[in-house]
């Protein structure tokens, strides 16, 4: 509760006496492998890491799949959630941990609450909105005052849809005639699967409400703005003319929602910002098309196979606008190619626990994955991965 006496602050010596720039806990797990394979590939470059999780032999195994001898590649940590003992052992010597263990459901906290103790900035994948809640409620006042940064759903779930939707109501501001008053977001073209971890985290999420959406779960992760600041008029289906397209709202919504509005009330504190999530038909038409394809008898595979991974794509498109006399718009367009659940996340959220180690976050406490580094700074990061061969940036 608010009672809590708030920890000590971190000190330059605690971020100094770490050995190792990024964890990947969770390694062994399907994405967590895919991002050990990035890393492996793309930071043969002075960087310190370690893959980590409960059996010491399966991580040995990801070590010699990945092609590393003897004594060479990543640490090897073992740890279990369970065990707060052995968590506290591998974040002292983390930098960043990035976790792949989800369902974040099953004593993800345990993990948070290490990385808070022992000034270990964390990140994550969930997809699982009442936990973030909890996790917002529970950590968020002790890791701003340690100095620590928690950022969740830096995958397709939420960080396409945040940092477009950041980037592009930043740029509008830019001319100082003040905030956007709507943001709105649309996948163009969403060719992604699902693995069977993503599912069974989405069925805990959905038996503790995760896809309820309402005025309170909207503004879940958005305590500090007023009650009068905040928009919510339900979900909208239809003709949109930002886009010139037949639109429905976008399945994920409940889960990116929350993100977006919690980067848009602290970058614009005292604006009331309406925001939308959306898919077009035709999008949504293609991808149960593409996805039908590598399913069978209608059963869709345990993970989505290299074909589909390499075959799928993303295009994102946020458009900021503001009415009134000084009535504007921005846009701002991000295409990633490969599978964006497992290909792009596993990538995105690889260089963005680096960046994090490396260049430390803009700020602490709870933030989103936009606030982390700024959405620019960001998009420049996901547009320099495998030399700009995965994402790219647009502008009007």
């Not at 070590?63 to 001898?69: D, E, Q, R, V, Y």
């Not at 073992?78 to 004593?107: C, F, H, K």
């Not at 409400?209 to 309170?216: I, K, L, S, T, Y």
Request: charged share 20%.
């Amino acid at each position: 509760g608010s009672e809590a006496v708030l920890p000590e602050p971190c000190t330059p010596s605690d971020f100094a006496a770490k050995d190792i720039d990024v964890v990947l806990f969770g390694a062994t797990g399907f994405t967590g492998s895919l991002a050990a394979e990035y890393l492996a590939r793309a930071h043969a470059d002075g960087l310190s890491w370690a893959i980590a999780g409960r059996n010491a032999t399966e991580l040995e195994g990801l070590k010699t799949w990945l092609g590393f001898a003897e004594g060479a590649g990543p640490t090897v940590l073992v740890a279990d959630l369970q065990d707060q003992d052995s968590l506290r052992a591998m974040t002292r010597r983390a930098r960043t941990i990035v976790t792949y263990a989800g369902p974040y459901e099953n004593s993800g906290e345990n993990l948070i609450q290490a990385s808070v103790d022992t000034c270990t900035h964390y990140a994550d994948l969930t997809g699982e909105p009442p936990w973030r809640a909890r996790v917002f409620d529970r950590f968020h006042a002790a890791a701003k005052q340690r100095g620590v940064a928690i950022v969740c759903s830096i995958g397709l779930d939420s960080l396409p849809a945040d940092v477009t939707a950041a980037s592009a109501a930043q740029a509008l501001a830019a001319d100082t005639f003040g905030p956007p008053s709507d943001v709105t977001v649309l996948f163009s073209e969403l060719l992604a699967m699902t693995s069977a971890g993503t599912r069974a985290s989405g069925r805990e999420s959905a038996a503790e409400g995760g896809m309820v959406m309402n005025a309170d779960t909207a503004y879940a992760l958005a305590p500090e703005l007023p009650h009068e600041l905040r928009v919510w008029d339900g979900l909208h289906a239809g003709y949109d003319a930002n886009f010139s397209v037949v639109e429905v709202p976008y399945p994920m919504v409940f889960i990116d929602g929350p993100v977006v509005r919690r980067s848009l009330s602290l970058m614009f504190p005292e604006a009331a910002v309406r925001f939308s999530e959306e898919i077009s038909m035709p999008a949504l038409q293609e991808m149960m098309r593409w996805a039908g394809q590598y399913s069978s008898g209608g059963v869709m595979p345990s993970n989505p196979p290299p074909e589909a991974r390499k075959n799928g794509r993303m295009t994102v498109n946020a458009v900021a606008a503001r009415g009134g006399p000084h009535a504007t718009q921005k846009r701002v367009r991000l295409t990633c190619s490969g599978d964006p659940g497992y290909s792009g996340t596993s990538r995105w959220s690889s260089a963005f626990a680096v960046a994090l180690a490396r260049d430390g976050p803009r700020s602490a406490g709870f933030l989103t994955p936009s606030l982390a580094f700024g959405p620019d700074a960001l998009l420049k990061m996901l547009t320099s991965i495998d030399g700009g061969s995965l994402c790219s940036v647009s502008r009007a």
